[in-house]
Each structure stands twice: as C-alpha cells, then as structure tokens.
C-alpha cells in the first residue's frame, strides 16, 4: 500500500490550504494525523471507505472538512482559518480493513499504513 500526501506549504494565518493523498484502490477508512514540533503524532481527521461518516478532533472541527472521491483514489483535507498552532507535519494514513461501512477509528494503532508527511506551516 502506498501512499502519497501533497499540498503542504507555507500560509499566513486566517489563510486556507487543501492537502490531498492518493491512495488508489484503497476502500479503507482514511485518517489524516499531523505531529507539531515537539509533540506527539495527534489525531486529525478521519473519513469511512464510502464517505458518508467523518470524525474530527476538537482542534479543527468546524474549520477542517476531509473528504474523499474513491474513484480517483484520493482524500483531501481542506483547512480553513488556519491557526499558527496548526503547523505540523501533515500525514494521511490507511486504517485496516474492517466490514463495518461506519468504522471511523482516531487511534493510530488502528492504522498500519502511512505516506511520508507534507509540512504544513501557518504564520501569524
């Protein structure tokens, strides 16, 4: 399983960004997870293979929306009114395999497939 994230880069705050992984073939749920400096890989975003559940940390809900389009095989994070505190590197990940359509877990355990991350950095 590969996959590839895109679309970091440098933004000021207040600006909006749109990050994207290819993951093709992949009918998974799908999280975005993102480590600032100093801290620990947290919880970001996460969508179900089908698309009709999504889940967000607290941090971004309201401002971050995930999405997916399976046919093209790829999930997009679009971040609105981004914050300085959002500057992190940004990483999608692929959960495991799991028969519930509904299944959208948060815990990193449940991902055993991750792309190299894309740096996301908000200035104030």
């Known amino acids: 399983v590969q996959l590839q994230a895109s679309g970091g880069g440098l933004v000021q705050a207040g600006d909006s960004l749109r990050l994207s992984c290819t993951a093709l073939?992949?009918?998974?749920?799908m999280g975005w997870f993102r480590q600032a400096p100093g801290k620990e890989r947290e919880f970001v975003a996460v969508?179900?293979?089908?698309?009709?559940?999504?889940s967000y940390s607290d941090s971004v809900k309201g401002r971050f929306t995930i999405s997916r389009d399976n046919a093209k095989g790829t999930v997009d994070l679009l971040m609105n009114t981004l914050k300085p505190e959002d500057t992190a590197v940004y990483y999608c990940?692929?959960?495991?395999?799991?028969?519930?359509?509904?299944?959208?877990?948060?815990?990193?355990?449940?991902?055993?497939?991750w792309g190299k991350g894309t740096q996301v950095t908000v200035s104030s």
């Open positions: 990940a692929a959960a495991y395999a799991n028969p519930s359509s509904g299944y959208i877990p948060s815990q990193q355990g449940s991902y055993p497939y």
């Open positions: 073939g992949l009918k998974r749920a």
């Open positions: 969508i179900s293979r089908i698309g009709h559940m999504t």
